[in-house]
T-cell receptor
Framework: EDKVVQSPLSLVVHEGDTVTLNCSYE??????LLWYKQEKKAPTFLFMLTSSGIEKKSGRLSSILDKKELFSILNITATQTGDSAIYLCAGGRGSTLGRLYFGRGTQLTVWP | DGGITQSPKYLFRKEGQNVTLSCEQN?????MYWYRQDPGQGLRLIYYSQIVNDFQKGDIAEGYSVSREKKESFPLTVTSAQKNPTAFYLCASSMTGVPNQPQHFGDGTRLSIL
């Protein structure tokens, strides 16, 4: 059975802290690991990772994939209140992805 | 500009009633998806379609039905057989045939029971 497990499920930090969100996966014919940020409504795409060990970076956010150990991490440095959201991780199969397998998400709350 | 439109934003269902959630995209994407989100549960796949006139059940299809008569439209019907329909419903779409294309999401429909 394909599954994606995220930890922690919730996290509360203060502005300026650095956080690490974890995602482990068991997906048959695994191809890609995706991260999304969901505030109130639509999840918005953050990163897609297909190669092991290559960090992807966007501002204060970065992510890396380990295909040997079957996990990914999402780092957020110098957190801001606007980073408060649910962060979703998903695994995709095959070369054209098709359906995704989502984890339960990590609810991040950043206090001022 | 291009995107995915879900309507209505809020919907109330009476006991024994079927309701239909609309999802329209103008991104020219072949694949479309319906997810259900409950608090603390992440996204669970209900149905998906990778081409017009074809669709597959996801992990929680019971009590739901879909159609895909047009490329841009993928409506979801929540039938009276779905005993616990209260949830946030998200529609997504993606390109097929092109590697590494992420899914893009609409703003969702929140369904509640009256």
């Amino acid at each position: 059975e394909d599954k994606v497990v995220q930890s922690p499920l919730s996290l509360v930090v203060h502005e300026g802290d650095t956080v690490t969100l974890n995602c482990s996966y068991e997906v048959t014919n695994f191809r890609s690991l995706l991260w999304y940020k969901q505030e109130k409504k639509a999840p918005t795409f953050l990163f897609m990772l297909t190669s092991s060990g290559i960090e992807k970076k966007s501002g204060r956010l970065s992510s890396i994939l380990d295909k040997k150990e079957l996990f990914s991490i999402l780092n957020i440095t110098a957190t801001q209140t606007g980073d408060s959201a649910i962060y979703l991780c998903a695994g995709g199969r095959g070369s054209t992805l098709g359906r995704l397998y989502f984890g339960r998400g990590t609810q991040l709350t950043v206090w001022p | 500009d291009g995107g995915i439109t879900q309507s209505p934003k809020y919907l109330f269902r009476k006991e024994g009633q079927n309701v239909t959630l609309s999802c329209e995209q103008n991104l020219n994407h072949d694949a479309m998806y319906w997810y259900r989100q409950d608090p603390g549960q992440g996204l669970r796949l209900i149905y998906y379609s990778q081409i017009v006139n074809d669709f597959q059940k996801g992990d929680i299809a019971e009590g739901y039905s879909v159609s895909r008569e047009k490329k841009e439209s993928f409506p979801l019907t929540v039938t009276s057989a779905q005993k616990n329909p209260t949830a946030f419903y998200l529609c997504a779409s993606s390109m097929t045939g092109v590697p590494n294309q992420p899914q893009h999401f609409g703003d969702g429909t929140r369904l509640s029971i009256l």
